[in-house]
């Protein structure tokens, strides 16, 4: 299914209502400007600007022209396109701070649409949606995957269908700082391992809440790829980006 944007699936709408209701009886306040009733109100979301073009039609990553960055001209990417809603800055990481520890799932629904609203930029065709996986031990203290968070609205407001059980982190990722595409690839190669179920499906949606250097992504997918999927997209609501061009350009 290619996403419009226009259009919101019933099971979205229900979920809406639900949330309509929840805020009805506490009303939360905008983590932005602290209005009464709002989780994030209109006037704070107009304020942080999506990611705009150009961006590598590949990594996603911002660019200085329309085409393919110099990492991904050199190496291809496991994945069939990576796209990211916001800078993982401001607002934003707040917002993601509160998905991660406080478990805001209604912030988490006006997140999704943000999603949704990248998505629809782009001519993916996406059969399952499904999320970065957490580990075991991470789960247990958590009780919760913040990337499901994001996930799951997004799959209710857009009638794609979510699977969980797609992926296992079976190890949790070492750090990644400094290194090139190849090495990070290989330090974060068994991390992750798609199950059997994953052959069912071409195509798949990976979301997460924040891409750094993009490795995770990548390991998701060559795990996917190795159980047949012909297709693995990226979605993040975030991406950090250095300010330091030397930095940046290792991101
Ligand atoms: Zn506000
Ligand atoms: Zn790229």
Redesign the pocket.
């Given at each position: 299914m290619i996403v419009s944007g226009s259009k919101m699936h019933p099971a979205g709408f229900l979920y809406h209502l639900g949330w309509t209701a929840v805020d009805w009886l506490f009303p939360p306040y905008?983590i932005?400007?602290g209005?009464l009733g709002?989780r994030?109100?209109q006037?704070?979301q107009e304020k942080v600007p999506f990611l705009a073009p150009p961006l590598c039609e590949q990594c996603g990553r911002p660019i200085e022209r329309a085409g393919l960055c110099p990492e991904c001209q050199h190496e291809p990417l496991p994945l069939d396109g990576v796209r990211s809603c916001y800078v993982y800055e401001g607002t934003i990481r707040e917002a993601i701070h509160r998905l991660k520890f406080e478990k805001d799932l209604g912030l988490a629904e006006i997140l999704a649409k943000a999603l949704v609203k990248t998505l629809s930029h782009e001519h993916w065709n996406i059969e399952v949606i499904t999320s970065v996986p957490v580990s075991s031990t991470r789960m247990k203290e958590r009780g919760y995957n913040q990337a499901e968070m994001l996930a799951v609205p997004l799959a209710l407001i857009t009638g794609i269908p979510y699977k969980r059980s797609l992926l296992k982190r079976i190890k949790e990722s070492p750090s990644q700082i400094g290194l090139g595409r190849q090495e990070r690839q290989e330090n974060i190669r068994d991390a992750f391992v798609a199950t059997a179920r994953a052959s069912q499906f071409s195509s798949i949606l990976v979301i997460d809440d924040v891409i750094t250097t993009g490795s995770t992504l990548q390991s998701c997918a060559l795990a996917l790829r190795e159980q047949g999927v012909k297709q693995v997209f990226g979605l993040t609501l975030a991406r950090a980006i250095s300010r330091d061009p030397l930095a940046r350009a290792i991101s």
């Open positions: 905008c932005d400007c209005t709002e994030w109100c006037a704070c």
